[in-house]
Structures are given as C-alpha cells and as structure tokens.
Nanobody, 123 residues
Framework: QVQLAESGGGLVQPGGSLRLACADS????????MAWFRQAPGKEREFVAA????????KHADSVKGRFIISRDNAKNTMYLQMNSLKPEDTAVYYC????????????????WGQGTQVTVSS
C-alpha cells in the first residue's frame, strides 16, 4: 500500500526558499501520478503541482509558475517541491498526494494523502 509522509515545512521570510519532500514508503519504483496541494485557513484545498512517473511531465498552478518546481526521484521514492520567492499568501498546510492513471488537478481524484506539513511565510 502507498504510505506518504511530508517533510521540510517551516517558517521562512518573504522572498525566501524552502524545499518540501514527500516520501512513499509503500514500495520502490511506484508508478503513480504524484502531486502537491495546499490549504490555508478558511480556504478550500487547492492544486499546486503534479508530476508523472516515467517522463516526469509536470503541471504547475498559475499562482506558483516561475516560483515553484516539482520533481521526483523514483529510485528514492521521493517527490520534491522547490519553493522560491515565497510570499505570505503561500502560507498553508502542504499535502502530498498520489493516484493511479492520468494527471488530474482535483483533490477528489487522488487516492492517497500524507498528513501535511506547515509552511509559514512571514517577517
């Protein structure tokens, strides 16, 4: 079974950078679509970025294009989110998610979830 766990969250100043990681302990070379979502207090969970397994095709939300980069290391069963030029509006709990089949941007389409890691952007 897929078991996801996020790490790398924390407090950072505006303009700073963080790198989140999501480890899948369910098995080596897991062929899943993987994605990052985030949820701020009082708001719905929103799509951030997704990546396919083989060719590492990516999709990033308009709100993070040019600032965030999703990647994955299949040998390590780990997905990353490099976050640069962070803004206060990026503050949220960031969740790792995975699914079979094709890439999707709706949270309801993902079958497996981590517990989330807090990212706070503040002076």
């Amino acid at each position: 079974q897929v078991q996801l766990a996020e790490s790398g969250g924390g407090l950072v100043q505006p303009g700073g950078s963080l790198r989140l990681a999501c480890a899948d302990s369910g098995g080596t070379f897991t062929r899943y679509i993987m994605a990052w979502f985030r949820q701020a207090p009082g708001k719905e969970r929103e799509f951030v970025a997704a990546i396919t397994w083989r060719f590492r095709t990516t999709k990033h939300a308009d709100s993070v294009k040019g600032r965030f980069i999703i990647s994955r290391d299949n040998a390590k069963n780990t997905m990353y989110l490099q976050m640069n030029s962070l803004k206060p509006e990026d503050t949220a709990v960031y969740y790792c998610a995975a699914k079979d089949g094709t890439m999707q941007t709706l949270s309801s389409q993902y079958n497996y979830w981590g517990q989330g890691t807090q990212v706070t952007v503040s002076s």
